[in-house]
């Protein structure tokens, strides 16, 4: 299970004093760095690396307030699924609108008629129905209903994450594994693997397999759409494409620890002749990941930096979702497999507990 005990954070023991409109201190004292955070906070901001639209300090200069970009997230998509996504969360919007707004407009307007002086307004403390009213009230939430309906039900089929994208370009293949707390992207066609920054090429469907070495957690890059969960013992299937190039943030969008709010990630979409150079680039790399070279990155780890490996164990996705299924003992064969001697006492891979029915 997750470690779920809070994150201890220590303050960094430097005091501030409270300014003036000219950044002087109550004992008058000049204070020097005027509008710049504590070198600490600084730092933290800088490792983290949000996709911060401004960093906003108050007055004690104690308190960095971040804003996320909003052309960072659902409202700027960058592929087909989040484009889908994000007309269906303005029809959606549009269509409770056509609630919400009559409803805010008719009670200003009852309290404005019905007010104590006016004295045209008709009051009947007798009334008891309308059948006009009836239907009034009663169809719009219907037809409401009716159109969410029909939004969610044919938007539930057109993006399945398990439905291929139609396209003339050859997927690319990518198995996605959460640990504690990085995400682990192996291309199984290509023999390369990276942590932290997925790397795809532009216009390429991309066909993910996911499934999680330790806890349940949740994958998902707001720009291109579609999140979906990852479970130890069993895969989830999402497609996706990117239809220009770029770079957009992915995290995890489920609690899953200490670490959690450090697993970020990079998407980063290239032409596919710069695509090519990245794969050449990769394959030089002096990393290999392996048994010994799985058990190391399996270790937990917060904001741990983009690596590359050139080479791959063989089967190294089916050996984590078979580990995470159940005991090893269970599991015949699996010690067998090339490359994977030494796969039962890695850190970060728990067995299972089996459930009775």
Known sequence: MARFGPVARRATGHKHSVRGRRGKAADGKSCPGRGRPPAGVAAALRARRLPLAAVVTDTTEDFPLRSLDWQQGVLDPHGPIAAAERTILLNATVIMLAVIVPVIVMTIAFAWWFRAGNRRAKRDPEWAYSGAVEVTVWSIPALIILFLGGICWIGSHDLDPGRPLASRTPPVTVQVVSLD???????????????????????????????????????????LGSQIYTMGGMTTSLHLRADHPGTYFGLSANFSGDGFSDMRFDTVALPPADFDRWLASARTSPRSLDAAGYADLARPAVAAAPVTFSHVAPDLFETILARTAGPASALPGMQAMPGMQGMQAMPGMHAMPATGG
């Open 181 to 223: 707390w990085k995400w682990l992207f192996i291309y199984p066609e290509l023999g390369v693997a990276s942590v932290n920054r997925l790397v795809v090429p532009v216009g390429a469907p991309l066909r993910l397999k996911l499934t999680s070495a330790t806890v349940m957690n949740s994958f998902f890059v707001p720009q």
